[in-house]
């Protein structure tokens, strides 16, 4: 812990880092690593509750690069399921083979129609070796802060922050700990506090809201005894994966939910609901007051009620916490950097967990700040205002195309076959960049745009899709022909084989495609098979001591 925490004392650090969750504490950790005399603040204390649970290939390859680059051989290990089980098995966490999208109608079972159920899958992994992972973040959390501060790194926990105000040379902090006045002068700020937004409220940065087209409000909560739903519907053809063993979303006409499963049996559950779908919820009803505990544990009883298949995998389960509720998810500021001050994608932006696109980014995020002090001008190594602005401008772009790719998907959501092939446009995007990052790395990967925004095929996507499903809803476009065009469209990066009907809506990991589509790379067939042996698990040892 930091000393001289006394009345009428200021400390002096290179790095404040606000926000103690995974991404604020790995970068506080590696800053450290770096030679910087850095102070994580945290509100709270751990271990705590925290959603945001559902990793992705693309997570963990940052999570690899950035175990590769500064030797954190825990980052390592804890970047698939094998590893993690092998070398953490204290630290618990749940199975995530792919993405499971089922299709539900009120008052009615789901269907089991064979290959025609609406059902989808998509694997991200060919196996549970190298298979991504969902964080339970009070582990997850906890272990990279107690790994921050073995890095060298002065935690302070139970600290309310009250001020931020510029310096000269950094900027001054203020606060109390259990009543003790605390300040620290600090030569930079970065702001991983996620939607509370300590910098932007501080710092007068204005919300950005009104930029994002999506809007949800979530009600979750964490349960125990969830049902499987290959037992509810045994039927179902084979996946190329097991059903549960995902990322589960259910669709529904207000929404849809989440269900993510952990190996010691808890489930992470959540619905996100539109507005519209919130109002039917409610229609009828007084306005629920603010902050009424009540609200969410209504919503969800009335939800499973409606949707019979989904009152069958959760009725008997037992929340382990309260069912809360948010009404509006969605966050946006309107910068990401400045003088002095940088903000991790939690502060800067969220969309919604459709996805799983927020451990992704942040990561990403976590790698590019890291080389920015790494290249800073002067005796600190502090980042170059060039590289803020960078940093700045791409967090902006790339938060402008989650929030059309998922606008879309809501806009699409009422019919399964469109809300499908809005999907391919979020899979191509990700197996394209997966693929080029894990065959032909470079030191620059990192800023490579997320979700494509930087490449001349996919960045349009997301805008033309929303204009196209704009059309059909007024009774143009016919999904049949907005099917098509995705397909057309993803053409030239589609390296998994995505928008094929002879698939059945079930898309495996297939590295005999990924082979034949060596060309969409810019790779030779033998370049890609010397691969295989790591893209199948075969690997598993880091490559550093």
Known sequence: RLRGLRPGMTVRVDVAVVGSGFAGSLLARILAGQGHRVALLERGTHPRFAIGESSTPLASLSLERLATRYRLLDCYQLATHGRWLTHHPALRRGLKRGFTFYRHHPGTPFADRGDDSERLLVAASPNDAVADTHWLRADLDHH????????GVHYVDRLHLESLAHLDDGMHLTGARDGTPVALDAGFVIDASGGSGFVARHLGIGSALDRLQTRSALVFSHLAGVRLMVDLV??????PYPDDWAAVHHLIDEGWMYSLRFDDGITSAGFALTPDGLASLEAGEAPAPDG??????????????????????????????PISFVPVMQHRVQRAAGERFALLPS??????????TGIAWSLRAVERLASCFEDGAGA?????ASALARYDALLGREAEQIDRLVAGAYAAMGDFA???????????AVSYAESRERLAPHAESSWEGFLGVDDPVLAPL??????????????????EAFSRWVAES???????GLSDPARHHRYPADLDVLVARHALLGLTRDQIVAALPALRGMAPEPPFE
Do not use: H, K
Request: charge should be positive; include cysteine; proline fraction near 8%.
């Open 234 to 239: 045994p039927g179902l053809p084979a996946g």
């Open 144 to 151: 990279m802060v107690r790994a921050a501060v073995n890095a």
């Open 347 to 356: 502060a800067f932006a969220f969309v919604d967990p459709l996805f799983s």
């Open 418 to 428: 469109r809300f499908e092939a809005q999907t391919m446009l979020y899979f191509a």
């Open 292 to 321: 009424d505990a009540r609200r969410g544990a209504r919503l969800w009883r009335r939800l499973l009620q409606r949707y019979p298949t989904i009152g069958a995998l959760f009725g008997s389960a037992t929340p382990c916490m």
């Open 462 to 479: 997301p805008a033309d899709s929303l204009s196209r499903l704009a059309r059909a809803d007024a009774g143009g476009e016919a999904t």
């Open 490 to 496: 993803i053409a030239p990066r589609n390296v998994a």
């Open 380 to 384: 600190r190594r502090l980042p170059a």
